[in-house]
Nanobody, 121 residues
Framework: VQLQASGGGLVQAGGSLRLSCATSGRRFSSYSMGWFRQAPGKEREFVAAISWSGGTIYYAESVKGRFTISRDNAKNTVYLQMNSLKPEDTAVYYC???????????????WGQGTLVTVSS
């Protein structure tokens, strides 16, 4: 399974971006997917996760109410809609695939290459 994240860029505080993570390989619909981020000098942190059916969703407290994770199994793609962006959201965002939705990075077997999101104040 290969994951390709895209949609990052430069946006002003208060703006929005939508990240996409396209996957190749079989059985995407059976994988839970997660988004993580890593800011310079900081550890990778959990952002959001979604189960294979979309029926279970988790968010980090720092993004709850501003970010929305979703998936389209017909397109083998998971999305992260980010609204009301803040400078502290600046980071490289990574998508990941695994057997269950979790906030723990080691719970995922597959990782994308990351896409940079920069939020200016």
């Amino acid at each position: 399974v290969q994951l390709q994240a895209s949609g990052g860029g430069l946006v002003q505080a208060g703006g929005s971006l939508r990240l996409s993570c396209a996957t190749s390989g079989r059985r995407f619909s059976s994988y839970s997917m997660g988004w993580f981020r890593q800011a310079p000098g900081k550890e990778r942190e959990f952002v959001a996760a979604i189960s294979w059916s979309g029926g279970t969703i988790y968010y980090a407290e720092s993004v709850k109410g501003r970010f929305t994770i979703s998936r389209d199994n017909a397109k083998n793609t998971v999305y992260l809609q980010m609204n009301s962006l803040k400078p502290e959201d600046t980071a490289v965002y990574y998508c990941a695939g695994g057997t269950r939705p979790t906030s723990v990075p080691r719970g995922y077997d597959y990782w994308g290459q990351g896409t940079l999101v920069t939020v200016s104040s």
